[in-house]
């Protein structure tokens, strides 16, 4: 098998984390979207974390990462500034 490579993927389409739904292997609830952060510039990082007692969201936070490229929802969505805000982000 070989390596995935970071090649830009010519006519891959888009991603919008609306579309996706990130559930806790854990506690099999849906995690709730509570951070957003730029790495390296070319990721969107998007942090998700279960909003119970079940879990510790320290530790059963996940990662989301987004090419900047294809992130539809970080480049199309207008309010998304104040949305980081509502999500809790500084
Ligand atoms: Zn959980």
New binding site residues.
């Given amino acids: 098998m070989s390596e995935p490579t970071n090649v830009p993927v010519v006519g891959s389409s888009t991603v919008n984390i609306r579309n996706l739904s990130i559930k806790?292997g854990?506690?099999d609830?849906y995690q709730t979207l509570s951070h957003f952060h730029r790495r390296d510039e070319d990721w969107n990082v998007y942090t998700y974390e279960?909003e119970n007692d079940?879990?510790d969201s320290a530790v059963?936070r996940t990662y989301l990462e987004v090419p900047v490229d294809l992130d539809e929802f970080a480049n199309r969505d207008p309010d998304w500034r104040g949305g980081r805000i509502h999500a809790g982000a500084e």
């Fill in positions: 806790c854990n506690c609830t279960c079940v879990c059963t």
